[in-house]
């Protein structure tokens, strides 16, 4: 480079300050894309008796202190409170932890049924934080996913400290017909 070159950059250069921290602090986002949500929506529409009506592409991820909580039309708030505060006893719990998400789900469908089957209605599910899981509370956020496609799911909700806290989940499930059936007669009977 000349002399002349050098000046004419110098000079060109005079006004421009140097840039204090050229690093850029990047933070992993994930992005969805139209292929992602295509899956989604087509997962979504998979019905209960196919084998993978539970998706395993793409459950929004939620962070390990989120809270999961859910609730049907029709559910009473009376009962979605007492749900909410561990006021209803524990009839059945599921430990989701060191199971892939295959096995937890198929492990979710096979407990929800012989529930139903056995009129068990209040259920804990413990699937852990996932603090340390990468991403975080994958498993977490899949069971929050999962949940409200269950039609036997009446209502979800993060569990109380004693109970496992964010890292587990109280489910109420639907009553089964012979139930139904029986609150019925009894009603009848009082106000008969």
């Given at each position: 480079m000349s002399?002349?070159?050098?000046?004419?950059?110098?000079?060109?250069?005079?006004?421009?300050?140097?840039?204090?921290?050229?690093?850029?602090?990047?933070?992993?986002?994930?992005?969805?894309?139209?292929?992602h949500?295509?899956?989604?929506?087509?997962?979504?529409t998979v019905t209960e008796g196919e084998p993978d009506y539970l998706s395993l592409d793409n459950a929004p991820l939620i962070r390990p202190e989120d809270i999961i909580a859910f609730k049907r039309n029709g559910v009473q708030e009376g009962v979605y409170r007492k749900l909410?505060?561990?006021?209803?006893?524990?009839?059945?719990?599921?430990?989701?932890?060191?199971?892939?998400?295959?096995?937890?789900?198929t492990e979710i469908v096979h407990f929800f049924n012989k529930c139903m089957r056995m009129d068990i209605r209040t259920v804990i599910l413990v699937h852990g934080k996932g603090e340390r899981?990468?991403?975080?509370?994958?498993?977490?956020?899949?069971?929050?996913?999962?949940?409200?496609?269950?039609?036997?799911?009446?209502?979800?909700?993060s569990a109380q400290r004693f109970h496992g806290g964010t890292g587990a989940a109280y489910v109420l499930l639907r009553k089964s017909q012979d139930k139904k059936i029986e609150t019925k007669e009894r009603h009848q009977k009082r106000l008969g």
């Open positions: 002399r002349d070159d050098s000046d004419l950059f110098q000079q060109m250069m005079g006004d421009i300050t140097p840039i204090k921290q050229d690093t850029v602090n990047l933070k992993k986002a994930y992005q969805l894309t139209d292929a949500l295509a899956k989604r929506e087509a997962a979504e909410r505060l561990g006021k209803y006893p524990i009839q059945a719990k599921l430990d989701l932890h060191k199971r892939t998400l295959e096995q937890a789900r899981s990468n991403p975080p509370a994958l498993m977490k956020s899949y069971v929050a996913y999962w949940l409200p496609q269950i039609k036997n799911v009446q209502c979800v909700h």
